[in-house]
């Protein structure tokens, strides 16, 4: 079974820069994620779909970062413009369990490293 | 949601068990618990998730006592490749939906 893919893998952009990221989940996954990984602590979620509705976006700084997820299967997430402190690793997961269930496991992809100068 | 609280790091040697234990004291009724591993440079792995008493996989063991108030992830005969930082989760339901509150981890470092 193919992982979850993300890329770039890397990129570096100076701030006030537009920059844009890339997901495909797992085959036949309903619901996807995005988190951001500043260095030293853990990923804290940006947004969940579910299909390609919203679900929670409630941590999104929506007014530089929007989200994606057209036809309910790969994602994008955007940041315009870009501020030093974005500079983060950007993890994009996957599961197929129904939400109501406590028990659902996700599945992350490698992330992308973003460097903003 | 529930909180969780871990050590910040810990030291093991190759061969040895290595038990990481996490609070997690509002824990509620719904929530089950699970424990993910990171290595540099790559995404958080799921390891093992458990409601209560033990659960058991290939990989680690997870022991919950009847309160729930806390959980003990245990790695037996740690390795050199089991150097990572690990996370405790309290998987609970925010709005209908299941959100993961991650925590800053134990980064477990194995020596020779």
């Known amino acids: 079974e193919a992982g979850v893919a993300q890329s770039p893998r890397y990129k570096i952009i100076e701030k006030r820069q537009s920059v844009a990221f890339w997901c495909n989940p797992i085959s036949g996954h309903a619901t996807l994620y995005w988190y951001q990984q500043i260095l030293g602590q853990g990923p804290k979620l940006l947004i969940q779909?579910?299909?390609?509705?919203?679900?929670?976006d409630s941590q999104l700084p929506k007014d530089r970062f929007s989200a994606e997820r057209l036809k309910g299967v790969d994602s994008t997430l955007k940041i315009q413009p870009a501020k030093l402190e974005d500079s983060a690793v950007y993890l994009c997961?996957?599961?197929?369990?129904?939400?109501?269930?406590?028990?659902?496991?996700?599945?992350f992809g490698p992330g992308t490293r973003l460097l903003v100068l | 949601l529930a909180k969780t609280t871990q050590p910040i790091s810990m030291d093991s040697y190759e061969g040895q068990e290595v038990n990481i234990t996490c609070s997690h004291n509002?824990?509620?009724?719904?929530?089950?618990i699970t424990w993910y591993q990171q290595f540099p440079s790559q995404g958080p792995r799921f390891i093992i998730q458990?409601?209560?008493t033990k659960v058991t996989n290939e990989v680690a063991s997870l022991f919950i006592p009847a309160d729930r108030k806390s959980s003990t992830l245990s790695l037996p005969r740690v390795s050199l490749s089991d150097t990572a930082v690990y996370y405790c989760l309290v998987a609970g339901l925010s709005g209908g939906y299941n959100k993961l509150i991650f925590g800053a981890g134990t980064r477990l470092a194995v020596h020779p």
């Open positions: 779909f579910q299909n390609n509705g919203v679900v929670d």
């Open positions: 509002n824990i509620a009724t719904n929530d089950y």
């Open positions: 458990g409601y209560k």
């Open positions: 997961a996957s599961s197929w369990r129904r939400l109501r269930e406590g028990q659902e496991t996700q599945y």
